[in-house]
Structure formats: C-alpha cells, structure tokens
C-alpha cells in the first residue's frame, strides 16, 4: 500500500505530536526525512544541510586525495577537474535552496583545503594568495547565474 510509504515531517512546529491522518490512515511521524539526498530534520534549520554536504564534501575530497596517491595522479590540471566532478558538484548539491554567504563558509573550507593540498601549503597560509596563485575566486563567487569551475592557467 501507498500508505506505508508515506512519512510527515514538521519543521519547526509548536505541536509535533499532531498527527495526520490521510484516507482513514494515519501517517507516521518521522524525526528526520531524506529527499534527494538531502538530509531535513524537524528540529533545525538549513544549517543542517549544509553540514551534511560538507561532511559529504570532505569524504569526497579525502577519497579523491587517497585515489590521487595510490595512481600518483600528480597532473593538477587532472586533479582540478577530479575535484569539479566529483567533490564540487557534491558540495553545490541543490545550493539553490540552502545558500546564503554564512552557510558557504562551510562548504568554502572543503575548497580551500584542495587548493592548499595542490600547492602543499600550510592550512595558515594566507587564503587570497592561494586563490591569486590558481587565479581563482572565493567558492561564495562560484554561483550565480553561471557555474566556473577551478581551472589551471
């Protein structure tokens, strides 16, 4: 039955013990939903969101790192496209929705990490010059109407 598939997630509300009832059926009540690949819960905002594609980002990125080494992939031109392929798309994932610039500075760590990897830098070295050096933008410039991805020059 149809029914038995159907959840009910409140987001937000003053009585979370309403229950919906649907065609004589009552909906189960559910804590924390995933749509899409993206994890809601009732009791938070989108933050939690974006926690969720950062914590992704970082596996991805440490999954592409660990590949990279074990194929001594050291091509930077090859690992930036890795990285627009397999981590950035993971970390812009339905950004339309949860984007605002305090919850890109989460998902801007996992991009300035790959940067600093590439050029082996310390994680203190100083951001601008990393992105001078791959003549880059900030990750918060990477959205808007049109997608750029890291490209070497």
Not at 123 to 148: C, M, N, Q, R, W
Request: a positive charge.
């Amino acid at each position: 039955m149809v029914h038995a598939l159907t959840k009910v997630t409140l987001f937000n509300s003053v009585d979370p013990c309403k229950e919906f009832v649907f065609e004589s059926d009552v909906i189960e009540h559910v804590q924390t939903f995933k749509y899409l690949g993206i994890l809601f819960k009732t009791t938070s905002n989108l933050d939690s969101v974006v926690e969720h594609l950062a914590a992704t980002s970082r596996r991805s990125l440490f999954a592409l790192n660990r590949r990279c080494a074990k194929l001594r992939i050291m091509d930077i031109k090859l690992r930036c496209d890795l990285f627009n392929t397999l981590v950035h798309s993971t970390a812009s994932y339905a950004y339309e929705v949860w984007v605002d610039s305090k919850k890109l500075k989460v998902i801007e760590i996992v991009y300035r990490r790959f940067l600093k990897s590439l050029l082996r830098v310390r994680k203190t070295t100083s951001t601008s010059i990393v992105l001078a050096k791959f003549s880059k933008f900030p990750f918060e410039h990477l959205h808007g109407d049109k997608h750029y991805y890291i490209t070497t020059v």
